[in-house]
């Protein structure tokens, strides 16, 4: 049985010195330091190279699990409990706790991914074949959202550049438009009027490619909960975290810039790039700061928010930009 189908059913992957050594003795740096802190726990389990949860799930969904992955970020994984149940995911609600609450009768299975638009091998796929189009990893990523709160979250899955290549963009691919279901029996915000729906959004081709940028199936070592975007949403961690578009049912090469939700409601306020740049402040309020979930309570000193959400290995795509213009 391959590791991939091996993991699809919820039994472990050999330990077997598959761990990037970077973040294995990254973890062991940290250990040292967090001794006795509580937070070795769960460092120390990537730290023995298994690939489980970085932090126990507690969610009771089919396993998920990925192959510890080297672009992960050291920050202490928020709590399942509060990942899972505080989420913008507007087709169910525009109150944080209304997806974990409404999402209960969305059918996440079966589904069927579309890739189109500009290239010369347009593709559907289901979700088995999602899930087994390349090695899955689980990669901790920032997450930060323009109201300026922020999580840390295990995600499961691979990058995007996985599903793009295999489509062959054309030469005239410049962005990719991400289409979220519209799923109205179940999904009970769609009938009202906060979003011309359905939720799109948009990266420019580059963008996409980049490695960072991530298909997510699970988080947790769990398949991904119907409010975290079942069963296939994108994260891009550079970027505020409406870019990462949710319950994805389409993703189109085009050659001009696709109109996005947010851009549609309030240019001035969501630009199409929309990286995390504590300089660009929203006209409303500040991103120089942000808190942290839900260990940065409400009187605590905020801390500081970095270009990029702190990915520095994405400054080369906006080389000559002025990301003041291009917010
Ligand atoms: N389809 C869809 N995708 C969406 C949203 C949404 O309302 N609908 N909200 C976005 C916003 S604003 C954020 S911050 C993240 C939240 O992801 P999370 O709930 O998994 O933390 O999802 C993004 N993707
Ligand atoms: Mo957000």
Redesign the pocket.
């Known amino acids: 049985m391959s590791s991939i189908k091996r993991a699809l059913r919820g039994e472990d992957l050999p330990a077997s010195g598959i761990t990037p050594r970077e973040v294995y003795e990254g973890r062991r740096t940290l250990l040292r330091g967090l001794a006795g802190t509580g937070l070795a726990a769960w460092a120390g389990r990537s730290m023995l190279g298994e690939a489980v949860a970085a932090t126990p799930a507690g969610g009771g969904l089919a396993k998920l699990v990925g192959q510890p992955s080297p672009l992960s970020v050291l920050d202490k994984p928020t709590p399942y409990k509060d990942?899972s149940s505080y989420?913008?995911?507007?087709?169910f609600g525009t109150d944080k706790a209304d997806?974990a609450r409404n999402a209960g009768k969305f059918r996440a299975s079966p589904w069927t991914l579309s890739i189109e638009g500009e290239c010369r091998k347009p593709f559907k796929l289901d979700l088995d074949a999602l899930r087994t189009l390349a090695p899955l990893e689980e990669r901790i990523y920032r997450?930060r959202?323009?109201e300026g709160w922020s999580?840390v979250?295990p995600w499961v899955g691979y990058s995007l550049s996985e599903l793009l290549k295999r489509a062959e963009p054309t030469g005239n691919a410049k962005y990719v438009e991400f289409t979220?279901v519209e799923q109205r029996d179940t999904q009970p915000y769609l009938g009202s009027r906060v979003i011309d729906w359905p939720?799109t959004e948009g990266l420019r081709l580059d963008e996409a490619m980049h490695p960072l940028a991530m298909a997510v199936l699970g988080m947790y070592g769990e398949v991904l909960p119907n409010?975290?975007?079942a069963p296939l949403?994108i994260a891009v961690p550079w970027k505020?975290?409406?870019k990462?578009?949710?319950?994805v049912v389409r993703i189109r090469f085009t050659e001009t810039e696709p109109k996005t939700s947010w851009n549609r409601i309030a240019p001035n306020e969501y630009g199409f790039y929309s990286n995390v740049n504590p300089t660009v402040d929203h006209p409303r309020w500040s991103q120089a700061t942000e808190r942290r979930l839900p260990e940065d309570g409400f009187f605590a000193p905020k801390r500081k928010t970095l270009m990029f959400n702190g990915y520095d290995q994405v400054a080369g795509l906006y080389a000559g930009m002025d990301l003041r213009k291009f917010y």
Do not use: H, T
């Open positions: 990942a989420n913008n995911f507007y087709e997806p997450l959202c323009v999580m979250i979220s939720y409010q975290n975007g949403r505020y975290g409406f990462s578009a949710k319950s």
